[in-house]
């Protein structure tokens, strides 16, 4: 790589807008200078920065004396050279991050070979094998993303990942539960994505996170909180998993709230599912992670629930829909009040 000429670093451009840039102004406004007397002795201040203005051409000597030079015809000299040097860094840096790449997937393909799973802890380890998986990612990516609404910190990260995909032509569909439509970061995510023709679904029921890529890997949960994970390369497991994926995925609805009977599906599965988790017997807390909401939010479907069967207690509205228990276990919605 070729070297700026001179070598010049951050300290030489705080000296230039300090003392430098100071002693440059004052003669390019007074006019020539003899660089005598105790203001320019060795190791002063002011004859660091006329050394430095002479290095970088910006002053130059005419007999005992100093004068300006147009900086327009110097800045050529320092600026080019950085920048040249700056291309040779970032295409150097483009290399190696390929080699690096290319060896990467050697290594996952020879362990998927000779092992049908791959153990994974810690969050920053599974979230830099994900960021790897996906980008060797050659024609699909199926993931299930239960528990409501992902942070927008996640979804920062996710969207420049999946973009990049989708933009290599890798067909990308994911499946949310209904709760992600309250997101705000969820919403903006989805319409980024989908611009590039990622497909998103969402549905009532609780399901576990899963990542499928080209139907060769799916990476699982090993543990609640995220901080243990399995990659399965064993084919038939992973055929498995996206069958089931593609089950749900026939149930979900759309991500969109543009059509009317969308909205009026997903609020129905969102009544029904409630009613399930109290006929069920299911406490708040584990019926809210269930329908990956906050448990304030699960109380105020309990609430409108008996609002609409016109109940004050939990008791009578498990008697009010025992009422209307139909042969499936399901509880009819009550009958509307006749409008005058």
Aim: glycine share 6%.
């Amino acid at each position: 790589m070729t070297p700026p000429f001179p070598e010049f670093g951050p300290e030489h451009r705080a000296l230039l807008h300090s003392r430098a840039g100071d002693l440059y102004r004052e003669i390019a406004s007074g006019g020539p200078l003899r660089p005598r007397g105790k203001r320019f002795a060795k190791g002063s201040a002011d004859r660091k920065a006329l050394t430095l203005l002479l290095e970088l051409g910006l002053l130059s000597e005419e007999g005992d004396q100093v004068v300006a030079v147009d900086p327009a015809l110097v800045q050529a000299r320092v600026v080019a050279p950085l920048g040249q040097q700056a291309a040779e860094l970032l295409s150097e840096s483009t290399d190696w991050a390929n080699a690096f790449a290319e060896l990467s997937q050697a290594f996952r393909r020879g362990t998927a070979t000779d092992s049908p799973l791959t153990d994974m802890r810690g969050t920053a380890n599974i979230n830099r094998y994900l960021q790897t998986v996906v980008g060797d990612a050659e024609f699909e990516l199926l993931t299930a993303q239960p528990d409501g609404a992902r942070s927008a910190a996640i979804l920062k990260i996710a969207i420049d990942r999946d973009v990049a995909a989708l933009r290599r032509g890798v067909t990308m569909r994911t499946l949310y539960q209904h709760s992600a439509r309250r997101s705000v970061s969820t919403r903006e995510y989805v319409a980024r994505v989908t611009e590039d023709g990622a497909q998103v679904r969402t549905l009532d029921e609780f399901f576990n996170r899963l990542i499928v890529v080209d139907r060769r890997l799916a990476v699982v949960p090993a543990s609640d909180d995220d901080t243990h994970a399995i990659a399965i390369h064993e084919p038939a497991l992973v055929a498995y998993l996206a069958d089931i994926f593609e089950r749900y995925w026939e149930r979900a609805h759309e991500f969109s709230d543009r059509e009317a009977p969308t909205r009026r599906a997903v609020a129905d599965d969102v009544h029904n599912m409630t009613v399930r988790m109290l006929i069920e017997g299911h406490s708040d807390n584990a019926s809210a992670k269930r329908m990956g909401v906050s448990a304030r939010t699960y109380a105020g479907y309990v609430a409108a629930l008996k609002e609409e069967y016109g109940v004050d207690t939990r008791f009578q509205l498990g008697h009010a829909m025992g009422r209307l228990m139909g042969p499936e276990g399901d509880a009819k919605r009550p009958p509307r009040p006749a409008e005058d």
